[in-house]
């Protein structure tokens, strides 16, 4: 998992908005695996979970995007 890649997406995020999304992206995980002692949360489940936010929240977000700081 690309964590520096997270970093950059959220960036302008506060506690609360990357709250949700660690939540989303874990809700994903366990969505995909039946298995509780088997669950992994990957890069695919925060990038899920970031968009479902996103679109979640489209009318109170400016311009947070899929790119780097904001970057296209």
């Known amino acids: 998992m690309d964590l520096e890649k997270i970093a950059g997406i959220t960036h302008g995020y506060v506690g609360a908005d990357l709250e949700a999304v660690v939540r989303e992206a ?10 509780y002692e088997k669950v992994i949360v990957n890069e695919g489940d925060f990038m899920n979970a970031i968009n479902q936010y ?6 109170s977000l400016d311009s947070r995007s ?3 700081h904001g970057k296209t």
């Open 54 to 59: 996103n679109l979640l929240h489209s009318g």
């Open 26 to 35: 874990a809700l994903n995980a366990l969505k995909r695996e039946s298995d």
């Open 66 to 68: 899929l790119t780097p």
